[in-house]
C-alpha cells in the first residue's frame, strides 16, 4: 500500500512563493522588468499529459501571481508529425485545466518568415553558413566531449555564396539532407551544442499550417528562442534536458537583432510511477492497440484522466503539491489517488451500488410492497442533503459481507447475526439458501420495523453497516474498475511496454436507481468502494457505464 502522507509531506514544502523560479523571477523584477510574461509552447505532435499539466499550472499560475500574462503557443515548426487534430485537443485540454490564454494563441509557423529573415541577416554577419556535410561526417567533425570538434570545411564560404546557396535551399533546388545552414559559433567549445550547429535543414514536407511553401524547416534550438524573443516573453520555462542548450538559446537571441531577452529557467519533469509520460510510448500504446485509444482512462492523458472522471480542480492541486524543483524524480501515482479523493469527499453524493450480488430475502416483510427511505447524501456534507431509495423484501447486498462462518472480528452479516442495512433496518440472518453444489444462493433475514432509519429501537448496538440495492429497482449498468496502466519496467526504452493485465476489470453494477439521469458531469462515491462516474465515450441510456475513478483507499496494487 502506497503512503500517501509521505508523498504529501514531500510537496508541501513548495508553497506558492517559495520554489526557486519565484526567486528568478523576483529578482528579476527587482531589477529591469516591469512585466513578466510566460508561455506554455505544446508541440501538436499528441495530446497533452499529466507532465504538460505541471507546466501550464507553473507558467500560467506563475503569470497570475505576477500580474502577467501566459501565452499559448503551439511550436509547430516540424512538419512531419503534427497535425491540427492535436492542436484542438491541446486547445480543449488547456481550457479544461482551467487557464484563459485570452487573445494570445501563437504558432511558431506564422513566423517563419521571421525566423528566414534573421537567418539571412546571420549569413550578412558572418555568423551562419551553408554547410555540405551529411549527416554521418557532421558527426565526425563534431568532436566528442573530451575531444574538440573541427571546422567544416564549408565555414569559410563567402556571405555573396552562403546567401545564393540559403536560398536556393528554400527555394527547393536540393534534396532533403543535402545541405544545411549552420550558427558559426565555436567548434572547440566545450558545450557542444555550441559547436557549428544546425538551424536550418531541408525538408520537402507539407506543413499543417504552412503546405508546401517551406521546403527547410528551421531547428528547434534555433526557432524556440526567437519564438520567445519576437512574443516579448520574459521567462522561458522549459525541462532540464534544455540547461545544456541555454547558452545556444542566448546566442541566438543576443544575435536575432529582436530587442527582448527572455530568460530560460529550467525545472524536472514530471514522472510518475506505473505509467508512461512520453508522448512517443503514449502514441505506440496507442498505435499498437493496447489502450482504447489516447483517452483510455488508463492513460495518463489530460482527454484520459478527463474521461475517467478527474477534475481539474484535482489535477491543479497534485501540480501544487508536487512543487517544482531541479532534480528529476518520480512521483508515486498514489498522490494523484488522494487529490481526487481529496476534491470529491464533499462533493460527490454517496449512494449506494452493489457489485457482487447476493441475494438477502427478508422473510417477515410485506410481499410486494416498496418503501422509500431517506438517506443522506454525504455525511460529511450536511449541504448536500438526501435523497430517497426504495426498499423492498428482497435486495443485493456484496457476497464479501456474508460469511456463513465468520472468522474472527467479522462484524458483518452471518447466521444469527445482526447488522445494519445503512438508512433501512437493522436485519438479522435466519438461514441460507444453497444450490445442488452447496453455494449460497440467498440468504434469509428477519428485519425489525421499530429500526427505520438505520436507528436502533432500544439501545441495542450493531457492529457492522451495510450498503444495499433494492433488487426491483435497481439498475444494472457496467462498472469498469482501474488499477495502474503499467507494470514498473515502464521506462525501459529497450523493454517492452508491458500494460497491467489487470488494470481494467468489467465487472456489472447494481445501482440504487438515482443515477438513473446522471451526467457526464456527476460523480458519486459508490458507498464502501470508490468514486465513479459515466464513461463519456461508452456509457448509454440503455447500458449505463461507470467508470471508477478511484477506489476509497489506496488498496491498489502498485507492483513495483
Ligand atoms: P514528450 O516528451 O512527452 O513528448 P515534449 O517535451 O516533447 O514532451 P512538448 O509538446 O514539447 O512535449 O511540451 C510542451 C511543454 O511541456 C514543454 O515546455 C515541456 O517542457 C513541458 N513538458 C513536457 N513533458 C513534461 C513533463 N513530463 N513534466 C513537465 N513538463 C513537461
Ligand atoms: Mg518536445
Redesign the pocket.
Known sequence: MADEKLNMASGSDLSATGNFIHNYIQEDLGENLSRINTR???????YL????A???CLNFGLAKLYGGKCNLRF?DTNPSKEDTEYVESIEEDVKWLGFDWEDRLYFASSYFDKFYEIAVKLIKEGKAFVCDLNAEEMREYRGTLSTPGKNSPYRDRSVEENLDLFERMKNGEFPDGARTLRAKIDMASPNINMRDPVIYRIAHASHHATGDKWCIYPMYDFAHPLEDAIEGITHS???ME?EDHRPLYDWVVDNSGLPAKPRQIE?????LTNTV????Y?RALVEDGKVDGWDDPRMPTICGLRRRGYTPESIRDFCDRIGVSKANSKVDSALLDYCIRDDLKEKASVVMAVLDPLKVIIDNYPEGQIEMLEVENNPENESLGSRMVPFSKEIYIEQEDFMEEPVKKFFRLAPDKEVRLKGAYFIKCVSVDKDENGNITAVHCTYDPESKGGNSPDGRKVKGTLHWVNASTAIEAEARLYDYMMLDNADDPDGEMIVNPESLIIKTAYIEPSVEHATIDDRFQFMRNGYYCIDRKLSKPEKMVFNRIVSLKSSFKVTK
Not at 499529459?49 to 504538460?52: L, V
Not at 509520460?277 to 512517443?280: A, G, I, T
Open positions: 506554455f509552447p505544446p508541440e501538436p505532435n499528441g499529459h499529466i507532465g504538460h505541471k507546466s501550464i511550436d520555462i522549459c525541462t534544455f525545472f524536472a519533469r514530471l514522472g509520460m512520453s508522448k512517443r503514449l
